[in-house]
Nanobody, 124 residues
Framework: QVQLVESGGGLVQAGDSLRLSCAASGRTFSTYAMGWFRQAPGKEREFVAAIRWSGSKIYYADSAKGRFTISGDNVKNTVSLQMNSLKPEDTAVYYC?????????????????WGQGTQVTVSS
């Protein structure tokens, strides 16, 4: 059974940093792509970043470029999202997702497995 467990969320001030982690278990994820998405209250879930472990290709949403860094360890089956210079508009529940096709995508429906999410709140 595939399980994705996020951690690292919290309440921070604008300009602060947070590091989210996602621990994946239940199978070997070396051929997968892993992504981070977020959903703010009243808004649709949106893509943040993705990493294709097989080729180490990385994708970012425009809102994340220059501030967020995604990284993965396919030995430990973990993927992290380092978030710097946080803004109030980054406030959302952040979800880790796994895509068996392994391509990496900003399309949420292409991901097969999802974590429960971790809350990130950025105060102004």
């Amino acid at each position: 059974q595939v399980q994705l467990v996020e951690s690292g969320g919290g309440l921070v001030q604008a300009g602060d940093s947070l590091r989210l982690s996602c621990a994946a278990s239940g199978r070997t994820f070396s051929t997968y792509a892993m992504g981070w998405f977020r959903q703010a209250p009243g808004k649709e879930r949106e893509f943040v970043a993705a990493i294709r472990w097989s080729g180490s290709k990385i994708y970012y949403a425009d809102s994340a470029k220059g501030r967020f860094t995604i990284s993965g360890d396919n030995v430990k089956n973990t993927v992290s999202l380092q978030m710097n210079s946080l803004k109030p508009e980054d406030t959302a529940v952040y979800y880790c997702a796994a895509q068996s096709a392994g391509l990496g995508s900003d399309y949420s429906l292409s991901y097969d497995y999802w974590g429960q999410g971790t809350q990130v709140t950025v105060s102004s």
